[in-house]
């Protein structure tokens, strides 16, 4: 089946403002008559949660930490994107929407991603209008830096800690609205399932976590802002929480999931240091501003840095990549540090690490100046490694970090499901094959403040209002089915735990769908996968009950439903017999080791419709076309 867009006609640069004047609108006074559920409450969820209750929209906000500023958003560190060109060095809502569309291996939708970047100015006069305390210049100005896959500064930041304070912001404009009665903030909930009544979204399930009670919620329409499913390697710079259930509850219901092998390794992270390490830690890619990444150019040498002259070292990324240096986009930086550790070339112990080095950037600007750029990041690295960065080369490698992969939404943002909208990382809609650094809290924010608050009221008023509770046969069936296997996770009384089921299953993704992929590993992988799957059904331990706070329950139900996405992450990976972006299959690249696309078969989104657990998907696709920028090989030198 081909999939439509809908994606309005007209110039690149009208579309947005002609379809939003094309919308129809929900009167004020009607806004009140209203509900809408929004599941997560991070920067996507959160914005769109405290904007449509300023619309007048009646919202009910669920989140499964114990506040909204709990959300994964807050750990990110480095930035995010507009195309203001405060530095006056040649930036455009043009430059910034084709290096994203570039960035992404030409695997998105055009209209969106011009859209992100002309809704990309609005997100930061708000922000500053909140009091967001963006850094600025000696005159005052914002300041901006550079990320990777761009050649200008355009990427807005708070010092180490912009993630936590844009959510900071959208978190006092959410609970202004609790304060007027706008916003029911329901926190340690979680998804369970998603309610259908004459095929559109009417509602959701959850359990609450606290007390184990399972509860109904009803609504005219449901948001899903529930972040990304990188835990599904185990190993991740995730929050320990983030996974893929409500989203994956949803494609089980009928959502199509696009794309969902388009991971993104980030290059700048701590590397693995045992065994028994439950998550990973990222170091923001605006280190690599000023950061020299390199490894000895001998193979095997295992001399201290400060003991290897400037002759015998191997700056690859500037020696490859001479335009962009250390400032590639995350695929090909991540690529390149694997390809010199696998020559044997990495650093530390396990020679899996390549070294980010200030020590030119120190000299250069002094200490005080890298310090007030990168000071809570350098603090961080020394207190998990016990190496002062001011003083010693970083050791880095790369690690999964985001999912371009989501559930399918159209140019609305609403799924194939009526009335089921999806946001920010939960869906697949605007960066393609890969992400470049800073645009992840540019497209929530977008999201949520700009773009859905205006799409959902064209839903609600194409829609005949229906007075649909949780009465209603569909919540009943939902939540039995709910209950049912809740008491079967509970009855298998294995010997196994849910994190040994789990670190299994990322390493077979990690060795098998990581950083660079092959038919015959996927293959392999993917009956592995389903006889891990068996196994866990049969073996995994899940002690206490439904009815009382149960953490290894909330592990096993999440854990359950990688075991399955796993599979069709796999299936998505070997139908795509290309390279582009993050999905590098070794049998598909250039003769310089690059990403090898085929636009003939492959220029589409590729979206997933379930079909029972045992059961193969049925693949669906919407074609992508472009008439604005031209297709060509990706080049960073």
Not at 157 to 162: E, L, N, P
Not at 387 to 413: E, F, R, S
Not at 565 to 581: H, K, N, V, Y
Request: glycine fraction near 10%; hydrophobic fraction near 40%; charged fraction near 25%.
């Amino acid at each position: 089946m081909l999939l439509d867009g809908k994606v309005p006609a007209g110039p690149l640069n009208e579309k947005w403002d002609r379809h939003r004047f094309e919308l129809k609108l929900v009167n004020p006074a009607n806004k009140r008559k209203f509900d809408i559920i929004v599941v997560g409450t991070g920067l996507a969820g959160g914005s769109a949660a405290a904007t449509l209750a300023e619309l007048g929209y009646n919202v009910k906000a669920f989140c499964f930490q114990d506040s909204p500023r709990r959300a994964h958003s807050i750990a990110a560190q480095g930035g995010i994107n507009a195309a203001k060109n405060y530095p006056n060095d040649g930036d455009s809502i043009r430059r910034l929407f084709y290096d994203t569309v570039k960035g992404g291996d030409f695997r998105a939708r055009e209209a969106n991603v011009y859209r992100l970047a002309q809704v990309s100015n609005l997100i930061i006069d708000h922000c500053v209008a909140q009091g967001i305390p963006f850094a600025r210049e000696y005159g005052g100005l914002l300041a901006n830096r550079s990320f990777g896959g761009a050649q200008v500064s355009r990427t807005f930041y708070a010092r180490g800690q912009t993630g936590q304070q844009l959510l900071l912001g959208a978190y006092g404009s959410l609970m202004r609205q609790v304060a007027a009665g706008k916003v029911q903030m329901l926190p340690r909930r979680e998804m369970l399932d998603l309610v259908l009544v004459n095929g559109h979204a009417k509602g959701i399930v959850v359990r609450n976590l606290i007390s184990g009670a399972l509860e109904r919620h009803a609504a005219d329409a449901v948001v899903l802002a529930t972040g990304g499913y990188g835990n599904v390697f185990f190993l991740s710079t995730n929050a320990m929480g983030s996974n893929v259930t409500a989203a994956y509850r949803a494609y089980r219901k009928g959502a199509l999931f696009a794309n969902p092998c388009f991971t993104q390794i980030h290059p700048t992270c701590i590397p693995v240091h045992g065994t028994y390490q439950s998550k990973l830690t990222l170091m923001s890619e605006s280190l690599r501003n000023d950061g020299r990444v390199w490894v000895p150019k001998t193979p095997g040498d295992k001399r201290k840095p400060d003991q290897i002259p400037e002759s015998e070292r191997d700056y690859y990324l500037e020696r490859k990549y001479p335009s962009f240096g250390n400032l590639v986009p995350r695929d090909v930086a991540s690529r390149n540090a694997k390809a010199q550790c696998d020559k044997g070339k990495g650093v530390g112990e396990t020679g899996l690490a390549v070294y980010l080095d200030f020590a030119d950037a120190i000299a250069r600007d002094g200490r005080d100046v890298i310090a007030r750029k990168y000071g809570n990041l350098f603090q961080m690295y020394e207190k998990i490694t016990g190496d002062d960065p001011y003083k010693t080369p970083m050791m880095i490698y790369p690690a999964v970090h985001y999912t371009m992969g989501g559930l399918w939404v159209d140019y609305n943002l609403m799924s194939n499901i009526p009335g089921l909208f999806v946001i920010g990382e939960a869906n697949f809609s605007d960066h393609g094959a890969n992400r470049l650094g800073a645009s992840a809290l540019m497209q929530g924010l977008a999201d949520g403040y700009f773009v859905l608050p205006y799409t959902i009221g064209g839903y609600l008023t194409g829609t005949a209002k229906t007075d649909i509770n949780t009465a209603h046969p569909a919540f009943e069936e939902a939540e039995r089915d709910v209950r049912a296997t809740v008491d079967k996770m509970l009855a298998i009384g294995g010997k196994r735990t849910v994190d040994d089921f789990h670190r299994q299953l990322g390493l077979i993704m990690w060795e098998y769908c990581g950083m660079s992929r092959n038919n015959e590993g996927l293959e392999t992988a993917r009956g592995r996968i389903q006889e891990l799957r068996s196994r866990f059904w049969q073996e995994v331990t899940v002690p206490g009950s439904a009815g009382d706070f149960n953490q290894s329950l909330e592990k096993a139900g999440r854990v359950a439903d990688f075991l399955e996405f796993a599979e069709l992450m796999i299936i998505d990976a070997l139908a795509r017999q290309e390279s582009c972006g993050g999905h590098f299959n070794e049998a598909y690249q250039t003769p310089d080791n690059e990403a090898l696309r085929n636009d003939d078969e492959f220029c589409h989104v590729a979206a997933w419709e379930y079909r029972g657990t045992d059961a193969a998907p049925a693949f669906h696709k919407e074609s992508l076309t472009f008439e604005n920028v031209q297709l060509t090989q990706r080049s960073y030198k």
